[in-house]
């Protein structure tokens, strides 16, 4: 039986499905062809469903009134589906970022996706580190303003005992002893919530 007229019996929707059947059992040999081409060697499995998934569309699609022959018609489908297929694919891993860094065909080391998420220092210490910054600012806010000032602007800053003496309107010892007081303060803070030694 010629394949139009399979084809034909198929979209009819015979008893059984045998001529939907016989049809795919002719063009399996087209199928298996585009999806063992090289370039979809890596999805091999996915370039047969899509193949077949154009066979099948094409027996339901076709219309023997347009003057195509059935065998040119389902192969342009199947070729078709498989090569959209690979350019779907070909974008999506353009776009991955590959564990390990790659090099381009320009010669360009590309970062891999351990090298962008890898901190470059001690990660442990970083979280430490911001740990004791953020109870150092706390331990701080709970200083009167005036030994904050002290503190702040003398040992963080570059301000001289003098100047903020003059800003305050009290003498440099007492700016000196207001700093005292808030370190010792700040220390007993510290050693509560970083168990530090007093």
């Not at 370039?39 to 003057?67: M, N, Q, S």
Request: with cysteine; aromatic share 8%; net charge positive.
């Amino acid at each position: 039986m010629k394949i139009e007229q399979l084809v034909m019996q198929a979209q009819a929707g015979n008893e059984g499905g045998e001529a939907f059947v016989e049809v795919c059992r002719r063009f399996t040999g087209l199928v298996k062809k585009y999806a063992n081409q090289p370039h979809v060697a890596g999805i091999k499995e996915e370039a047969a469903a899509e193949g077949w998934l154009a066979v099948a569309a094409a027996v339901r699609t076709y219309d023997p009134a347009a003057g195509v022959r059935f065998a040119g018609y389902v192969e342009s489908r199947v070729r078709y589906a498989v090569w959209n297929l690979f350019k779907r694919e070909r974008r999506r891993w353009q776009q991955e970022l590959f564990l390990t860094g790659s090099t381009e065909e320009e010669g360009k080391e590309r970062p891999g996706l351990l090298d962008t998420l890898a901190a470059t220092d001690n990660v442990e210490a970083e979280v430490e580190a911001n740990f004791a910054v953020t109870a150092v600012r706390e331990a701080l806010a709970l200083l009167p303003a005036k030994q904050q000032t002290a503190v702040v602007r003398t040992l963080l800053g570059e301000a001289r005992l003098a100047d903020i003496a003059a800003e305050l309107g009290i003498t440099p010892q007492a700016v000196y002893s207001l700093r005292q007081r808030g370190l010792a303060r700040l220390r007993k803070e510290l050693a509560k919530n970083l168990l530090l030694p007093i």
